[in-house]
Nanobody
Framework: QVQFVESGGGLVQPGGSLRLSCAVS????????IGWFRQAPGKEREGVSC????????YYADSVKGRFTISRDTAKNTVYLQMNSLKPEDTAVYHC??????????????WGQGTQVTVSS
């Protein structure tokens, strides 16, 4: 059974940082792409980042490029999203996710419950 346990969300001021973590079970990160998407109230789902299992390449939405960094620890079967220089428009529920689509699409088929990130002064 595939499971995702996200953590690390919270309230942060603009310009601040957060690090999200997602421990997965039911599959190994060595063989599956892993990433994050976010969804804010009233907005469409947005793919944020993906870590390719094929070659370790990483992909980012233009809106977060240069500010967010995805990484993984295969020994812990855990993926991380380091978020710096946060902006109010980054406010959303962030979901850890996987899927069969190529990482470059930032499209996922399975995901966890998510963790709330709120950027506000």
């Amino acid at each position: 059974q595939v499971q995702f346990v996200e953590s690390g969300g919270g309230l942060v001021q603009p310009g601040g940082s957060l690090r999200l973590s997602c421990a997965v079970s039911g599959f190994t990160l060595d063989y599956y792409n892993i990433g994050w998407f976010r969804q804010a109230p009233g907005k469409e789902r947005e793919g944020v980042s993906c870590f390719s299992s094929r070659d370790g390449s990483t992909y980012y939405a233009d809106s977060v490029k240069g500010r967010f960094t995805i990484s993984r620890d295969t020994a812990k079967n855990t993926v991380y999203l380091q978020m710096n220089s946060l902006k109010p428009e980054d406010t959303a529920v962030y979901h850890c996710a996987t899927g069969r689509s190529s990482c470059i699409t930032l499209v996922f088929g399975s995901w966890g419950q998510g963790t709330q990130v709120t950027v506000s002064s």
